[in-house]
């Protein structure tokens, strides 16, 4: 599963509107109206830094603070709009908590729903058939195939995000962490940790 999304881009074939999104940009740049590496630039930052990045926060923040976890548990949209964490594609939000009894995975089977607020641009192959309908069915071996081994005695809980509610997940706070401030707690968290299909390492990891 995790061996046909972003570091592989050219495993499949592009869908249609990503053909004509290419086919656009293309024409773009060749008319000098965009810049294609000032355009990859803002991708990758709406992709892999701005989104992520207050996901992370959230939850080292829910790591750290006992009374905002409760809050975050209670009501994941106000809470995270108390870190100033909101916008279209995150009006309501549930936070899940990964525990040593259940480890929880979101998927959207219709579509790719997601919270965009707090995770940025949907990964390729969060909207991909493949992880859409697999993760349902069999969803202990596709988190194998992502590296999250899971011990016999934890469950897992698939939450199919919808249009009316996207989730987030809370993994659990790695070993050794203790001594780590707010920011650096943060820097542990991945975007993928915060789907379910993996878990933050400790810093000696």
């Given at each position: 599963?995790?061996?046909?999304?972003?570091?592989?881009?050219?495993?499949?074939?592009?869908?249609?509107?990503?053909?004509?999104?290419?086919?656009?940009?293309?024409?773009?740049?060749?008319?000098?109206?965009?810049?294609?590496?000032?355009?990859?630039?803002?991708?990758?930052?709406?992709?892999?830094?701005?989104?992520?990045?207050?996901?992370?926060?959230?939850?080292?923040?829910?790591?750290?603070?006992?009374?905002?976890?409760?809050?975050?548990?209670?009501?994941?949209?106000?809470?995270?709009?108390?870190?100033?964490?909101?916008?279209?594609?995150?009006?309501?939000?549930?936070?899940v908590?990964?525990?040593?009894?259940?480890?929880?995975?979101?998927?959207?089977?219709?579509?790719?729903?997601?919270?965009?607020?707090?995770?940025?641009?949907?990964?390729a192959?969060?909207?991909?058939?493949?992880y859409r309908?697999?993760?349902?069915?069999?969803?202990?071996?596709?988190?194998?195939?992502?590296?999250?081994?899971?011990?016999?005695?934890?469950?897992?809980?698939?939450w199919?995000s919808?249009?009316?509610?996207?989730?987030?997940?809370i993994?659990?706070r790695?070993?050794?962490?203790?001594?780590?401030?707010?920011?650096?707690?943060?820097?542990?968290?991945?975007?993928?940790?915060?789907?379910?299909?993996?878990?933050?390492?400790?810093?000696?990891?």
């Amino acid at each position: 599963m995790p061996h046909d999304h972003d570091d592989h881009p050219h495993s499949h074939l592009p869908t249609d509107p990503e053909l004509r999104v290419r086919a656009l940009e293309s024409l773009l740049v060749e008319k000098g109206l965009v810049d294609s590496a000032t355009l990859d630039a803002i991708i990758d930052t709406y992709e892999n830094k701005i989104g992520p990045r207050n996901g992370a926060r959230v939850v080292a923040r829910s790591w750290c603070d006992p009374a905002f976890r409760e809050r975050l548990l209670a009501d994941a949209t106000s809470a995270i709009a108390e870190l100033g964490f909101a916008g279209r594609q995150g009006e309501h939000m549930v936070a899940v908590e990964n525990t040593p009894a259940r480890h929880n995975l979101v998927v959207c089977t219709l579509c790719s729903c997601y919270p965009w607020p707090v995770l940025g641009i949907p990964p390729a192959w969060y909207k991909s058939d493949a992880y859409r309908s697999r993760a349902i069915r069999e969803a202990r071996k596709v988190l194998a195939e992502f590296g999250v081994e899971l011990l016999p005695e934890q469950s897992v809980r698939v939450w199919d995000s919808t249009a009316e509610v996207r989730y987030l997940v809370i993994p659990q706070r790695p070993e050794g962490t203790e001594n780590l401030s707010e920011d650096a707690l943060a820097e542990l968290v991945t975007r993928n940790s915060m789907i379910g299909t993996d878990i933050p390492k400790g810093p000696a990891s």
